[in-house]
Antibody, heavy 120, light 107 residues
């Protein structure tokens, strides 16, 4: 079945870096746009970034532009999120999500999330 | 950026009640509005896309309506499994945005 498994979360000091991974299975990864969405403790959902199926289109939320970078390796069915210059406000559960084939901005499958805590 | 305002932010209801959640967009987003359910400690789950298309496996007691700037999620006859937080999301244009969420609690 369709599955997304995030990894790479942890506790990191402010200003440091972290790279999250999302391993996809059960569908043709190279045909789908992919997203990262985060949720701070006790808060709502915040969309972070999107990359199209072939990497040609990339978008970011305003709060992460210039610090977080999305990438993908289709041959490995893996999505990444490189997180630099981390701040306390980046503390959240990070979910990767698959875009629908015909409507890539509809998030039809979500992973279980990986937790990032930014703290000294 | 397109802002989405959900109301109410929380509600208490009993099993069997009809529940209505509203999502208002700051500009016309046609029918590019989706609804997600998030149970405590779990990932969000897509319920309804493009305002009214029920996802496979989602019970028919869930219904979505609306277009333009006002959208409604209705749960007919609330069931114990439905106590969760519901989010709307616009898929009209990036940056994508979510509403603040509506927590449905047991009365």
């Amino acid at each position: 079945q369709v599955q997304l498994v995030e990894s790479g979360g942890g506790v990191v000091q402010p200003g440091r870096s972290l790279r999250l991974s999302c391993a996809a299975s059960g569908f043709t990864f190279s045909r789908h746009g992919m997203h990262w969405v985060r949720q701070a403790p006790g808060k709502g959902l915040e969309w972070v970034t999107f990359m199209s199926y072939d990497g040609s289109n990339v978008y970011y939320g305003d709060s992460v532009k210039g610090r977080l970078t999305i990438s993908r390796v289709n041959s490995k069915s893996t999505l990444y999120l490189q997180m630099n210059s981390l701040r306390a406000e980046d503390t959240a559960i990070y979910y990767c999500a698959k875009g629908e084939y015909t409507s890539p901005y509809v998030l039809d499958v979500w992973g279980q999330g990986t937790t990032v805590t930014v703290s000294s | 950026d397109i802002q989405l305002t959900q109301s109410p932010s929380s509600l208490s209801a009993s099993v069997g009640d009809r529940v209505t959640i509203t999502c208002r967009a700051s500009q016309n987003i046609r029918s590019y509005l989706n609804w997600y359910q998030q149970r405590p400690g779990k990932a969000p789950k897509l319920l309804i896309s493009v305002a009214s298309t029920l996802q496979s496996g989602v019970p028919s007691r869930f219904s979505g309506s609306g277009s333009g700037t006002e959208f409604i999620l209705t749960i007919f006859s609330l069931q114990p499994d439905d106590f969760a937080t519901y989010f709307c999301q616009q898929s009209y244009s990036p940056p994508l945005t979510f509403g603040g969420g509506t927590k449905v609690e047991i009365k």
